[in-house]
T-cell receptor
Framework: DGGITQSPKYLFRKEGQNVTLSCEQN?????MYWYRQDPGQGLRLIYY???????QKGDIAEGYSVSREKKESFPLTVTSAQKNPTAFYLC???????????FGSGTRLTVV | SQKIEQNSEALNIQEGKTATLTCNYT??????LQWYRQDPGRGPVFLLL?????KEKRKERLKVTFDTTLKQSLFHITASQPADSATYLC????????????FGKGTKLSVIP
């Protein structure tokens, strides 16, 4: 079955560390997205990519970086510059925005 | 600035009744509006999309209306069941041709047996 796989499900980061969250899709979708969800805040867009080797900043890109070397993969790195990284991170993709976004099951990142 | 507001953070209803959730927006001229369902600890799941020229759309027990004059969408679940308990999110694209989907904060629906 086609879908989006996010890994790991839970991730713990020490202060000052960079961590990378994985997002892989086998839906043949061109566009991929990273959202962050905090309690009471809703989903906020971090980065998005509409095509391989191209990506744009969303509303809260500071302290994050991405790459899009393959159509299937859109990893997100949370750098040490992100001062409050504890959150639930969601990856999504779409082939046609009229058919909605498909989301992964999320990665919960906690700073320890 | 652009804003999407879902008026209720939480809504409790009795099983069998119709749940009605509201989504209001400002400073958008959306061509489409989407609704998603999110269960705790899971990613949102796409439910319905309604176009600006569609007044109403139905899918099984779900009904969505879209009033571009009032800048409002209503999401109805008829004959609600405890399994419908979840958070429901509305979402809009930032502009014509945009691929940036902006979400409301959601309404947490609890259906009481």
């Amino acid at each position: 079955d086609g879908g989006i796989t996010q890994s790991p499900k839970y991730l713990f980061r020490k202060e000052g560390q960079n961590v990378t969250l994985s997002c892989e899709q086998n839906l043949n979708h061109d566009a991929m997205y990273w959202y962050r969800q905090d309690p009471g805040q809703g989903l906020r867009l971090i980065y998005y990519s509409q095509i391989v080797n191209d990506f744009q900043k969303g509303d809260i890109a500071e302290g994050y970086s991405v790459s899009r070397e393959k159509k299937e993969s859109f990893p997100l790195t949370v750098t040490s510059a992100q001062k409050n990284p504890t959150a639930f991170y969601l990856c999504a993709s779409t082939g046609d925005r009229l058919y909605g976004y498909t989301f992964g099951s999320g990665t919960r990142l906690t700073v320890v | 600035s652009q804003k999407i507001e879902q008026n209720s953070e939480a809504l409790n209803i009795q099983e069998g009744k119709t749940a009605t959730l509201t989504c209001n927006y400002t400073n958008y001229s959306p061509a489409y509006l989407q609704w998603y369902r999110q269960d705790p600890g899971r990613g949102p799941v796409f439910l319905l999309l309604i176009r600006e020229n569609e007044k109403e759309k139905r899918k099984e027990r779900l009904k969505v209306t879209f009033d571009t004059t009032l800048k409002q969408s209503l999401f109805h679940i008829t004959a609600s069941q405890p399994a419908d308990s979840a958070t429901y999110l509305c979402a809009l694209f930032s502009g014509a041709g945009s691929y940036q989907l902006t979400f409301g904060k959601g309404t947490k629906l609890s259906v009481i047996p």
